[in-house]
């Protein structure tokens, strides 16, 4: 096994974890073994209480979860908080839902490490998009329905690059938008705008892969109404490949 071999007088190391989408049987084997070796664990709010209860009593674990519109510990803190441990010479974990490096910030926070010669390493997750729909008997490819899929990010900043809408505007492929309950409307309308089907399927899967499993089936035209009816964290899935949730679905939240 290779990590990377920054210069690191201090021994210490940080592990990027990716806790998967919900279901604490998703996380992987080497997740499990770093998280259990940690002397600090950074957490988020979507981690599974099954899986932060893994971290050895003695650890120090340190809760930097985020919601929409509140951020209890800023990024650029978080980002302080890994390079302080390590530099303490400390096994730190960095815990995550899901994948860190889809719609995470993984990518920024291992920025931050390289830049002041941390040791780390990154144990990707299951991400949110292909557990939920696993776990809501949809298939994101299909060779009669979608030849591709896309993930996109529901967070659409006013002052960031547009989304091309004219490029996610085609029949032929799966779309996943993250946090993209409060823009429902906005996604709506500027797929429509651009040419796809107002009745296209479409499913709002809300806590996917746990106990509080929801899957809400609407079409394209009635996503905002179905959007509001739901509650974070929840994923949209916009595609005919949606339709095949009645038929496929295996997973019985209790």
């Not at 340190?62 to 441990?85: A, C, R, T, W």
């Amino acid at each position: 096994m290779t990590v990377n071999t920054f210069s690191n007088q201090s021994g210490g190391f940080v592990s990027l974890v990716g806790a998967g989408p919900g279901d604490p049987d998703l996380l992987t084997v080497k997740g499990h073994r770093v998280i259990q070796q940690a002397e600090v664990v950074v957490y988020d709010r979507l981690v599974s209480p099954e899986i932060i209860a893994l971290a050895s009593d003695d650890a120090e674990m340190i809760y930097v979860g985020k919601k929409l519109d509140f951020h209890s510990v800023p990024q650029e803190q978080i980002n302080q908080i890994l390079v302080d441990k390590a530099q303490e010479g400390k096994k730190v974990v960095r815990l995550k839902g899901g994948d860190p490096f889809i719609f995470g910030r993984g990518g920024e926070e291992i920025e931050a490490l390289a830049e002041n010669g941390v040791a780390y390493e990154i144990v990707p997750g299951i991400t949110a998009a292909a557990g939920a729909t696993a776990y809501a008997g949809i298939p994101l490819t299909h060779r009669e329905h979608a030849q591709g899929v896309q993930f996109v990010t529901g967070h659409i900043q006013k002052d960031g690059q547009e989304i091309d809408w004219n490029a996610l505007a085609n029949s032929n492929q799966t779309l996943v938008f993250y946090m993209g309950l409060k823009q429902s409307a906005y996604i709506a309308s500027k797929l429509i705008e651009n040419g796809l089907n107002p009745e296209l399927a479409c499913a709002v899967i809300e806590k996917g892969t746990t106990r509080s499993q929801r899957v809400l089936s609407c079409d394209l035209s009635s996503l905002q109404e179905t959007a509001a009816g739901a509650e974070s964290p929840a994923l949209i899935v916009i595609g005919s490949v949606t339709s095949f949730h009645q038929k496929l679905s295996w997973f019985k939240p209790e």
